[in-house]
């Protein structure tokens, strides 16, 4: 990772739980050896920012879902699309969130940049609102050089190609290595 600071861990998404425990060993046999493991959990950026939109937005984008799809499964997905893309999608989604995180710890210890591996996981739970290869792009330069780790529950096609979640259309568009 020193030439570009960025990598994919695929995995199926039916060990997500497993990946999750691989992941904790990880980071506790990185940290017993001098390193700083900063954790970013997708899923919860994603309710920190539902939650910002105020007390009752939820609940009506929900209850109107549930009314779309009782008429028709994709009117449900398709009215809450544009609700959640902007959260989510963007140099100013999600993306800003994990930069933030990331520049944060590193401006508050510079010296540990060299020992910091940030790794963002439980991308499955924004499933089908979210494109690693975007918000890689967005965090692309805005980390200060730590180096990126994301968790990517989904399938290999081809030699760079990712089908996000296996259900997705595969995406090519990926600079870091991919690891299985």
């Known amino acids: 990772m020193r030439n570009y600071r960025f990598a994919i861990v695929q995995y199926d998404p039916k060990e997500e739980f497993k990946r999750r425990g691989e ?7 990185l940290v017993a050896n001098g ?9 919860r950026l994603l309710f920190e920012r539902v ?23 994709s009117r449900g997905l398709n009215y809450v699309k544009p609700k959640l893309l902007p959260l989510v999608e963007g140099p100013d989604g999600i993306a800003a969130d994990c930069s933030k995180i990331i520049c944060d710890y590193a401006d508050a210890h510079p010296e540990q940049i060299d020992r910091t591996l940030a790794i963002i996981g439980r991308a499955g739970a924004l499933y089908p609102f979210f494109r690693s290869s975007a918000l890689l792009g967005h965090v692309d330069g805005r980390t200060r050089n730590v180096p990126v780790l994301l968790l990517y ?26 690891y299985p």
């Open 23 to 29: 992941v904790q060993r990880l980071s506790s046999d």
């Open 35 to 43: 390193w700083m493991v900063l954790p970013i959990n997708l899923e």
């Open 51 to 73: 939650r910002q939109q105020g007390a009752d937005w939820a609940a009506r984008v929900c209850e109107m879902e549930r009314r779309m799809a009782a008429l028709e499964v």
């Open 153 to 178: 529950p989904g399938e290999r096609r081809g030699p760079t190609g990712l089908s996000f979640m296996g259900m997705l259309e595969p995406d090519h568009d990926y600079r870091p290595r991919i």
